[in-house]
């Protein structure tokens, strides 16, 4: 079972950056893509950002491209969100989540597509 934790949220205020991470423990995923999403209460959990397991490829939402930016460490166990020029609509609970990634597939997008999930940290954006 891959266990993931994320950290780093907090309030800021608008305009205000903050990093998030997403730390994989217990069995090990050498092959797993990693995804953020984020969820308000009421609302569907919205895809943030993705990266491929071996970190070549990303893929951002329109909503928050030019201002986050998704990258993880070189042994691919810690993933980071980091975001610029928040805004108050990304306060949410931001969920970091991970799923084996086939060779050649492409970064899985949807909520669905993900096996594995942490459990979610809240980001407060102050208006």
């Known amino acids: 079972q891959v266990q993931l934790v994320e950290s780093g949220g907090g309030l800021v205020q608008a305009g205000g950056s903050l990093r998030l991470s997403c730390a994989a423990s217990?069995?090990?995923?050498?092959?797993?893509?990693v995804g953020w999403f984020r969820q308000v209460p009421g609302k569907e959990r919205d895809f943030v950002a993705a990266?491929?397991?071996?970190?070549?490829?990303?893929v951002h939402a329109d909503s928050v491209k030019g201002r986050f930016t998704i990258s993880r460490d070189n042994a691919g166990l810690t993933v980071y969100l980091r975001m610029n020029s928040l805004k108050h609509e990304g306060t949410a609970v931001y969920y970091c989540?991970?799923?084996?990634?086939?060779?050649?597939?492409?970064?899985?997008?949807?909520?669905?597509?993900?096996?594995?999930w942490g459990q979610g940290t809240q980001v407060t954006v102050s208006s």
């Open positions: 989540a991970a799923s084996h990634q086939a060779y050649g597939s492409r970064v899985p997008l949807i909520a669905n597509e993900y096996v594995y």
């Open positions: 217990g069995r090990t995923c050498s092959t797993c893509a």
């Open positions: 990266i491929s397991w071996t970190g070549i490829n990303t």
